[in-house]
């Protein structure tokens, strides 16, 4: 399929119930070809941002342009209907008509605009061809297995051609050993057709796994955008640095500062870090470090700590092990079970974070 180079750009967009601020002048942009997730925790304005975007909400000011076509202008009036906007729309539930087949499904949007017969049907089977549902066009989606049931509603709004697709967690409804195999299918399926695709998802893994770019919203706001990568590895503050991976959080006091690092200590334990941030000794900070970045030392050394072990939990490809420092929690991976008793890790400097309290 063809798609428009058409560029989404969101500029200075408000939106409130009220007297309560829902999106607090969000502006961003998405590229031709380009895979952006909005990723958040549950009332961040990631939802709202979307249907904003496809019309189903009503900013109060900002704007909202494809190209040359304005979908929104707040301080014109401009407010254009969904049916106008021209954009797929994947929803969470998918929203298939239960009574419909699978290509009646997908051509039932065309058939509203009065699409010729001899063309919804070129282009329903083109759609259900790139979707490998070619063979499954006669069934009705309760003979759908549910991977099959998002691969339709994905057919749907792939149909009309748009210059983006839309996508709300559009994975959320599969159990956790499809979710991994339709994430994959999912960026293949985006990038051999070169889709513009804007996704909301609650899941870090999944919004790493399929984006080129992310954007972390935090109360209405944007926190901090930018590649997977980038997100993961140069987090802004300590919200991204929490929401993005699988971390241990440590409450201390820094005790020295020196060379961009600080030296933070709390019940039990003591290490440097690499400073995130202003402080000067005796101030309160929280020193955050990635579990797989922590590591089962065979004896003492620089920033090296010796816990006692609680537990360890087979994962399958890995174990993880439970520490308790104080009365804090520190976990780690590693490739065996540990015997219980007393245990050297180690925590590299350049890994910890140190952000001050605010």
Not at 8 to 23: E, W
Not at 177 to 201: F, Q
Not at 224 to 235: A, I
Not at 335 to 354: F, I, M, N, S, T
């Amino acid at each position: 399929m063809t798609k428009q180079n058409n560029t989404l750009k969101v500029d200075s967009l408000c939106l409130q119930y009220g007297d309560n601020a829902i999106l607090k002048g969000v502006s961003f942009e998405l590229k031709p070809g380009e895979v952006v997730s909005l990723l958040g925790a549950s009332g961040s304005g990631k939802t709202t941002l979307l249907r904003a975007v496809a019309g189903l909400e009503h900013p109060s000011s900002g704007r909202i342009v494809i190209g040359d076509s304005v979908l929104f202008d707040g301080a014109a009036r401009l407010d254009l209907p969904v049916e106008k906007r021209g954009l797929g729309l994947v929803f969470q539930s998918y929203a298939l008509w239960p009574h419909r087949t699978v290509f009646d499904n997908v051509a039932y949007g065309l058939k509203l605009r009065k699409v010729a017969d001899a063309d919804i049907r070129q282009r329903v089977d083109q759609a259900l061809a790139s979707l490998d549902l070619g063979h499954l066009a006669a069934r009705f989606p309760h003979q759908l297995s549910g991977g099959q049931q998002q691969r339709v509603a994905i057919a749907r709004a792939l149909v009309y051609n748009p210059p983006v697709i839309l996508l709300d967690e559009p994975l959320s409804n599969l159990d956790a050993k499809l979710r991994e195999e339709a994430r994959s299918w999912l960026r293949e399926l985006i990038v051999t057709l070169g889709l513009s695709a804007l996704c909301v998802t609650h899941d870090q893994t999944e919004a790493m796994a399929m984006s080129d770019r992310i954007l972390l919203l935090k109360d209405g706001r944007i926190e901090q955008q930018g590649s997977p990568q980038d997100m993961y590895d140069n987090p802004a503050s300590l919200f991204v640095a929490d929401f993005m991976g699988n971390n241990n959080r440590l409450n201390g006091q820094i005790s020295e500062v020196r060379d961009g690092r600080a030296r933070i200590s709390g019940e039990g334990w003591s290490f440097w870090g690499s400073l995130r941030g202003d402080a000067q000794p005796g101030r309160a900070a929280t020193a955050m470090i990635r579990l797989e970045r922590v590591r089962v030392a065979d004896g003492p050394g620089d920033n090296h700590i010796a816990l006692p072990l609680v537990t360890s939990m087979f994962l399958g490809d890995r174990w993880e092990y439970l520490f308790h420092p104080g009365h804090t929690r520190l976990r780690a991976y590693g490739e065996r079970a540990l015997a219980p008793g007393e245990h050297w890790l180690a925590l590299p400097a350049e890994d910890v974070w140190v952000f001050p309290s605010a």
